[in-house]
Nanobody, 121 residues
Framework: QVQLVESGGELVQAGGSLRLSCTTS????????MGWYRQAPGKQRELVAS???????NYEDSVKGRFTISRDNAKNAVYLQMNGLKPEDTAVYYC???????????????WGKGTLVTVSS
């Protein structure tokens, strides 16, 4: 069974920094793309940043220059360094991994349960 566990969310003042971590565990063949999403109260879940296995990255416009996504393939982990945090960054942040369980099944998306980031003004 595949499990994703996020950590690092907490209350921080505007302008502060946080580093989110997500580790994938269980039985699987490989992890393809990994990403961070967020969902603010009353809003839809949105992509924040994604990273391919080879390290190519993509960012949502509002976080470009402030957030950095990275991954450690040996640890099956993905990270999100968040600097210059703003109150509008307040949300539950979710980790997603696209995982190949074996050679016979298509890769599927697996999600963590989320970690809450609250930015006070």
């Amino acid at each position: 069974q595949v499990q994703l566990v996020e950590s690092g969310g907490e209350l921080v003042q505007a302008g502060g920094s946080l580093r989110l971590s997500c580790t994938t565990s269980g039985r699987f063949l490989s992890i393809n793309d990994m990403g961070w999403y967020r969902q603010a109260p009353g809003k839809q879940r949105e992509l924040v940043a994604s990273i391919t296995r080879g390290g190519s990255t993509n960012y949502e416009d509002s976080v470009k220059g402030r957030f950095t996504i990275s991954r450690d393939n040996a640890k099956n982990a993905v990270y999100l360094q968040m600097n210059g945090l703003k109150p509008e960054d307040t949300a539950v942040y979710y980790c997603k991994s696209r995982i190949s369980i074996n050679l016979f099944l298509n890769a599927m998306d697996y999600w963590g349960k989320g970690t809450l980031v609250t930015v006070s003004s």
